[in-house]
Structures are given as C-alpha cells and as structure tokens.
C-alpha cells in the first residue's frame, strides 16, 4: 500500500477518524489515482483542512472530518474505464461513496449530506448544511492545489533538467 501523509500532531483529529482509516476497504483507496495523488491522500487532505477551517468557524467539525474522509469512498480506477464512464461516473461518484460509507460506517444525516452533496452544483442533491457547502469548497481547494502542486514539480524538474544542460554545456567551451 502506498503511503499516506496524516498530521499525527493534532491528536483529536487523529482520534475522530482512526476507525475509518482503521478500516481495510477504505484503505484500498490508496490504490486509485486522484489529482496527481491517491485518492486516500486526498479524502485525508480535504478532511483535515475542512476540520482546520470547521473548528475556526465554530461548525460540526467531527461530523465534517467524517464525511470529508468518506467523500470519495469508491473503488472505481477513473483513469481505467471510458471517456462517457468516467463521466458518468463524476456524476455519480458521490452516491457510491455514501453507498460505500453506510456499509461501513454509522453516518448522521449531517455526515450523508455532505457526502453525498460535495460535487454540487454537479451532482443531483442539494447541500443542506453549512458543513455540506464547506467541504464542497475545500474538496475543490484541495483538487486544485494537489494538481497545482504536481504541475509545479513538473515545471521545477524540466527547468533544473534545463540549467543542468546549459551548464555542462557552457562548460564544453572552456
């Protein structure tokens, strides 16, 4: 299994979500791609920013640390099936993951919403709850700034590949 990154400093967090990362069907989502990551990487980076922002606004933040962890809760490799699957399954992905979920895991109505809502205006349900809305947002933050981050890590290797190059080949003409 491919390693995750979890900020084991902040113990109630930690503590909130030990059950579901204890959990070896969830943990297979460190198999599937997802952003430039895997996707247990990035339900465990969307939860902890969302629990961060949560417990600053005075919000549900276990519920949210939760739920962010078991939005993408599916095991279908995206990048393995067709251009109109993928799609559909884009659209439908935040029902598998609550599917998912309940076989799993006792969830509040709060914890179902948010799930089952964090593709919106995408998907078919409507947020419910500030905590729904929240995680969309940071799902969406979390999604760009792992992409960003990869693209950044491409550019930096082409640009030292780059002025390796032109060093060892000045260094030709000396």
Known sequence: MKSINVSLNDEEFVNIISDILANKEFQKLANYTHHNSN????????????????????????SVSRAALLHDFFLI?????????RLKTLMMHPRYALENSLKY???????????????????LDI????????????????????????????????????????????????
């Open 39 to 62: 996707r247990l990487q990035h339900s465990i980076n969307v939860s902890y920013d969302a629990y961060k922002l949560c417990k600053k606004l005075n919000l549900d933040y276990r």
């Open 77 to 85: 490799d995206n990048y393995a099936i067709n251009r109109r699957n």
């Open 105 to 123: 895991f006792e969830l509040s109505d709060m914890e179902k919403n948010i799930i089952v809502t964090h593709m919106f205006p995408l998907g």
């Open 127 to 174: 947020p419910r709850y500030k905590e729904s809305i929240l995680v969309d947002l940071v799902d969406d933050y979390v999604a760009i700034r792992e992409s960003y981050q990869a693209k950044k890590n491409e550019i930096g290797s082409a640009v030292s590949f780059l002025a390796i190059f032109i060093v060892n080949f000045i260094s030709t003409f000396r």
